[in-house]
């Protein structure tokens, strides 16, 4: 097939990426700076553009890997009306494409994704929809040629798997993050909790998250959670999450027990 690309963000380049190592042409990559188009086109060494006129009306598949704000703009223009037509969103459903395009459909990477980390995309989750049997189609035989994990879910699913996404990644991330501040204002190594991090990131292969669970929240220890309440009397929302967080392990096994 010949694929146009809208985006040059982290999702569009770890895809194109992938796409550029099978038999599929990427004809051009449009993003709307043209530094960016450039920056991808130039690295796929193929032709792009930031400029909506001169989007190539003859692609057989356009993936629009770009943001969820930016996502209808692009779908509403008259582009290849007859052509497929999928973007990559987690949060948006495929019907986006209702009213614009014949055949449409979604390709979405379940995977957090960075420009400058490099990615096995054979590992990386691929969740299919389609308007149709012609889309479904050529979808399947495009993700499993860049993915050894394919999958096809609808719309109501996908959002449900992007929200708890969100908790398994973002939110984590952002524990992380927070983590990393309290480490550092003691001048500790944030370095010496990712042992503990890889453990607990690696021990859900084995078991459940439930089963998986520890901590004081878990064994009901008030002494120690009162503790790191009166640490952090001078952090109030970071007060108010640990305490939320504490009372929702402690009610979920209690209940349990």
């Given amino acids: 097939m010949n694929i146009l690309l809208h985006g040059s963000g982290n999702v569009a ?4 990426l992938a796409i550029h190592k099978t038999e599929h042409q990427i004809v051009q990559v449009y993003s709307r700076t043209k530094a ?5 086109g130039n690295r796929l060494g193929v032709p792009y553009t930031h400029l909506v006129d001169e989007i ?4 057989d598949l356009y993936i629009y890997a770009v943001s969820d704000d930016a996502l209808e703009s692009l779908v509403s223009l008259n582009i290849a009306p ?13 019907d986006i494409f209702k009213g614009y395009k014949k055949h449409y459909g979604v390709l ?10 490099t990615i096995d995309f054979q590992q990386v989750p691929l969740l299919l929809e389609a308007s149709d049997e012609v889309v479904k189609q050529a979808l399947d035989v495009l993700a499993k040629e860049i993915s050894g994990q394919v999958h096809h879910y609808n719309t109501e699913q996908r959002l449900k798997i992007h929200l708890a996404a969100v908790f398994a990644n973002n939110f984590v991330n952002h524990l992380f993050h927070i983590a990393s501040d309290i480490m550092e204002s003691s001048d500790i190594d944030f370095n010496l909790l990712k042992p503990l991090i890889k453990e607990t990131v690696e021990k859900i292969s084995h078991l459940s998250p439930a089963e998986a669970q520890t901590g004081p929240a878990k064994r ?7 503790q790191h309440m009166e640490m952090l009397k001078d952090q109030p929302k970071l007060q108010n999450l640990y305490r939320e967080l504490s009372q929702m392990i402690l009610e979920q096994y209690l209940h349990q027990s």
């Fill in 108 to 117: 979405y990477p379940l995977q957090s994704l960075s420009k400058d980390k």
């Fill in 13 to 16: 380049t770890h895809l194109a």
């Fill in 220 to 226: 009901n220890d008030q002494k120690i959670m009162k």
């Fill in 82 to 94: 007859q052509a497929m037509h999928v973007h990559t969103a987690g949060s948006v459903a495929m």
């Fill in 36 to 40: 960016s188009a450039a920056a991808l």
């Fill in 56 to 59: 190539m009306q003859d692609a």
